[in-house]
């Protein structure tokens, strides 16, 4: 089954688990989400795949800070925060990797040997 990284060419965590992945011949697809877009109906759906949504919002990075407290305040709800996700595709936490059977979020090697390898 095909893997597909999604997140950002330059992020350092993005670069930390494609290096992972390289180092263990894994075969994946890299999905830059700056030039390759991220859609709302990607954010649901992986929404729906997670326990947890709001694993999928970065509140560390630059995007979260520069927020007005109404817009990180909307960030409560799935119904606001998914489409302010899409707008602002950095604040996406990031690396998300799907194998079509799980979905993984962040840089985690525990996480990725128990379900990847």
Known sequence: MMITIYGLTNC????KARLWFDERQLEYKFHD????GLTLETLKQFSARLDDWQIL???KGMTWRKLSPEQQKCCTKIETALPLIAQN????????ID???????GFDTRMYEKHLL
């Open 12 to 15: 350092d965590t993005v670069k």
């Open 33 to 36: 989400i700056r030039s390759g």
């Open 99 to 105: 194998n079509g059977v799980v979905l993984l979020v």
């Open 57 to 59: 919002l970065n509140r």
């Open 89 to 96: 595709r950095t604040l996406m936490k990031r690396p998300v």
